[in-house]
């Protein structure tokens, strides 16, 4: 773990939701209907941060992009946290979150406090605590322990002081004692003994109750989905995913130990389109892109929706591409546009051209071009 620093986080309580990975941690307000594909986003980001071995700068460097994806919208609630460097710390606030870095000489860095901006900053160490909260936390309960993982709450407070190391004096026998004149008498080398530890006494005990195990992500039974009906898997939380997953995509509890069951129930939204001028677009149907989007015959067949992109340089054409949900799969097929539709590979610089009526599946990061100029990046934390 970088730096030392505690993997575990102190939940606060409340009603949005907390994050940790390792050394990375993130507080945002609970999503509604507008703000849900916002929080799969971050949620995605600090779970892919976290898998790269990225630090807090990284973090907050992503984080930054979505929430700067949503300009000329109200800020959503947030805040995130990882180490920068030897010993400082990344942090960013948005909305009415607010943090609070204590350094070890006892000075106090705040951020937040600004519900209209967003704010960031590398604190420089050595850090000794942090604290993450939204506007309504409670106080924390030092019995509940978060690792890694997503529980409701409303904020979170991180010990970041790097463990004491242990220091062992050698204890020298009195002048005169008999062990040195044992020592003596036998003609070899005084062999010191290591101090014994004074033992430890047991606490009286007491009659606390155990802390109630945190509650997984956003709520047991989510919102009924309305997609589809295709076949799907449940975890042991009852969330519909795919078969094919090895982690549940709401709740994130392994789907490899359990003994599954396929069905067939309505396919929930397969992630987000956030388009380059701050749009997101759930992924509930096929989307139609294009300039006059809304008269395509798809759309009037009810088989999409439409999607309306234009450019100055008027090279998105009337009906450009289509994106295509099928089964659990989303990707792009490019309807013989006369500029073409590309795809950059998240890890990835370059952007390759499509050929025309051929589908292609879009991995999670992915971003595809339309025409010249207009792009959207494909994010899901459904993951295979």
């Known amino acids: 773990m970088r730096g030392g620093v505690h993997g575990f986080a102190r939940p606060l309580p409340g009603d949005g939701l907390v994050a940790q990975e390792g050394s990375l941690s993130l507080v945002c307000a609970a999503p509604d209907a507008v703000t849900a594909p916002l929080v799969d986003a971050l949620l995605t980001a600090l779970e892919e941060v976290a898998e790269a071995d ?11 992009g979505l929430l700067a994806a949503r300009r000329g919208l109200r800020p959503h609630a947030c805040a995130v946290a990882g180490p920068s460097g030897e010993s400082g ?3 960013l606030v948005s909305g009415d979150a607010g943090a609070r870095v204590m350094l070890a000489g006892g000075a106090e860095v705040r951020l937040g406090g600004a519900p209209g901006g967003t704010e960031e900053r590398t604190v420089q160490g050595p850090v000794a605590s942090l604290e993450l909260a939204l506007g309504t936390a409670g106080r924390a309960e030092p019995r509940l322990r978060l690792t890694s993982g997503v529980v409701r709450g409303g904020g979170l407070r991180r010990s970041l002081r790097r463990p004491a190391r242990a220091s062992v004096r050698p204890v020298r026998p009195a002048a005169g004692s008999a062990a040195q004149a044992a020592v003596r008498a036998a003609g070899k080398p005084s062999v010191q003994e290591p101090a014994r530890p004074a033992p430890k006494v047991a606490p009286p005990p007491t009659a606390i109750e155990p802390a109630p195990e945190p509650v997984s992500l956003i709520r047991k ?3 009924r989905a309305t997609g589809p009906r295709v076949l799907g898997v449940n975890c042991k939380n ?6 094919r997953a090895h982690y549940c995509a709401v709740c994130g509890i392994s789907m490899l130990q359990l003994t599954l069951s396929p069905f067939h129930g309505p396919r929930p939204p397969l992630g987000v389109l956030l388009l380059d001028d701050g749009h997101t677009i759930p992924l509930d149907h096929d989307q139609l892109v ?16 439409p999607l309306r992109l234009t450019d100055e340089e008027a090279s ?9 949900l099928d089964e659990w799969q989303v990707s792009v097929v490019d309807l013989g546009s006369a500029n073409g539709t590309a795809v950059r590979d998240p890890g990835t610089e370059e952007f390759r051209r499509l050929p025309p009526e051929t589908a292609v599946e879009l991995r999670p990061g992915a971003t595809v ?7 959207f990046r494909f994010e899901s934390n459904r993951k295979v």
């Open 89 to 91: 710390l990344a942090v």
């Open 290 to 305: 294009g300039r006059v989007a809304e008269k395509a015959p798809e759309v009037a067949a009810g088989k999409a929706r």
């Open 238 to 243: 009852e969330h519909f995913n795919d078969p």
């Open 369 to 375: 071009r339309i025409g010249l100029s207009r792009t």
């Open 54 to 64: 990225g630090d807090g700068t990284a973090l907050v460097g992503r984080v930054a």
């Open 221 to 223: 039974h989510p919102r």
């Open 316 to 324: 998105v054409s009337r009906r450009h591409a289509l994106v295509r």
